[in-house]
């Protein structure tokens, strides 16, 4: 038995290594691994590290053609998936939505952003940090970042700042809609004193509890087509002016 023990942990330890390998490979393999070593070394959580999808998305956008007083809309998948200059009938509508972004992505790609020019901005942001768990201080901090750039950079631009949507919590448990609610006052509160126009979009979206209309979703948190369309209709007040 004595001779046997040695092999017996050789053997599990192969066979934890072999768990191991393959767990880093079904997360990604090497770019796992650099974005973890990467977190490490900057001390930096690696929640606040952008997805591919999120780069792949930037390379793609910095391709389009530039359009002179664009109407940008900014966020992430919420945003993406609208089809906004056809419900709202302008081809200088440019949609910068990506999914899964969050207040951390929006003001890493600012810079992009900036180089538009655009004419007015409306942003929505801050649902998956919420999922997240980013703390309100951390979401808080890079609206203000975001939007003093943008007035540093864009003083000619109109920004519009619309509140974070709330979710059905029967279908979509994971967003917090006290955190939603929160961070909607504080957000509010933002863009008064960045004197930005604040477009609060629960009165047309919500129901009577706060929570997302069952019948604006399929999933809890992204929007079908009726509630894009109830999203729109509240834009064409501000990108008609």
Partial sequence: ??????????????????????????????????????????????????????????????????????????????????????????????????????????????????????????????????????????IIANYTSILEKLRQELPQTTVYVQSILPGSPDLAPQLDNRAVMRLNLQIRNLAERFSCTYIDLLPHLADASGNLEKSFTADGIHLTGEGYRKWSDQLSQYIDK
């Fill in 1 to 138: 038995m004595k001779g046997r023990s040695p092999r017996i942990l050789v053997g599990l330890a192969i066979v934890v290594l072999l768990v191991e390998i393959a767990y880093v490979f079904k997360k990604g393999g090497i770019d796992f691994l650099t974005r973890k070593l990467t977190a490490l070394v900057t001390s930096a959580p690696a929640k606040h590290e952008p997805s591919r999808y999120y780069y792949r998305k930037i390379e793609q956008y910095d391709r389009l053609p530039a359009i002179e007083n664009a109407v940008v809309l900014v966020g992430d998948s919420l945003t993406e998936e609208g089809r906004f200059a056809e419900l709202l009938g302008s081809e200088k509508i440019l949609n910068r939505g990506i999914s899964g972004d969050t207040t951390f992505g929006v003001h890493k790609r600012l810079d992009a952003l900036i180089r538009l020019k655009p004419y007015k901005i409306f942003l929505m942001i801050g649902s998956n940090d919420i999922e997240m768990k980013f703390s309100d201080a951390e």
